[in-house]
């Protein structure tokens, strides 16, 4: 396994190399302080996977995504401090693979950079926990179906969307619009379909993330 260490904190980066050059399956092939150095390394070295602090000086989420267009083998695992529920699922969502947070035990650390570099995913418990407490579960999310094109909702679209975030039943939004059931049930399909979440949960996350809805709209909103 080819790894490139991301961060821009010397301390950080010495204290990965330490713990992975121990790693028999694991080769450093790079260390990089900011998005440029990681982009020139990926091309110079190659990785398959990367280790990435995205919220250090010098680096932003905007770089996973970037390097994915260029090589969508590449695996990222994602080591920060503590983040809000919202910004894990948007690195998530960005093409991270797994995410531990910096202050996990080394096993686990260690276990992250195996799972992932086997291509599977990692979650510490604590990123967990982060996203449950915010009534969200990491299954609901279809990773592999999220792309970098932008979305392109409908006007109609986004107004079901907002009633189900108010968390109104298909047969209450289609009596609101003056609808078939049959009608809101399509473009709730299709809206899911476009979001690449599988249920409920992912559209109202969605309509939070861009502000169609307060947080509070939902908090409360029975369940559907």
Do not use: W
């Not at 195996?114 to 990491?138: P, S, Y």
Request: glycine share 4%; with cysteine; hydrophobic share 40%.
């Amino acid at each position: 396994m080819n790894v490139i260490i991301a961060d821009s904190n010397d301390l950080i980066r010495i204290g990965l190399r330490t713990i992975l050059e121990a790693e028999r399956d694991v080769t450093i092939v790079g260390e990089a302080t900011n998005n440029e150095e990681l982009l020139q390394q990926l091309k110079s070295f190659g990785a398959s996977t990367v280790l990435i602090d995205y919220t250090s000086l010098g680096f932003n989420i905007d770089i996973v995504p970037k390097v994915l267009q260029i090589n969508k083998k590449v695996r990222f695992l994602a080591i920060t401090p503590e983040q809000s529920a919202q910004t894990l699922v948007d690195a998530l969502r960005s093409g991270i693979t797994s995410y531990v947070k910096k202050d996990c035990e080394l096993s686990e650390i260690v276990n992250a950079v195996a799972e992932t570099g086997r291509g599977n995913k990692f979650f510490c418990g604590q990123i967990l926990e982060t996203i449950q407490k915010a009534n969200i579960d990491v299954n609901d999310l279809d990773f592999d179906s999220f792309t970098c094109e932008p979305v392109i909702l409908s006007e109609r679209e986004n107004e079901i969307i907002i009633l189900i975030a108010e968390g109104l039943t298909n047969e209450q939004i289609a009596e609101q619009l003056f609808l078939s059931k049959h009608t809101v049930n399509t473009h709730r399909k299709n809206i899911m379909a476009k979001l690449g979440v599988k249920n409920t949960a992912g559209i109202v996350m969605y309509a939070v993330k861009t502000n169609l809805v307060s947080p509070n709209k939902f908090l409360f909103a029975p369940s559907l």
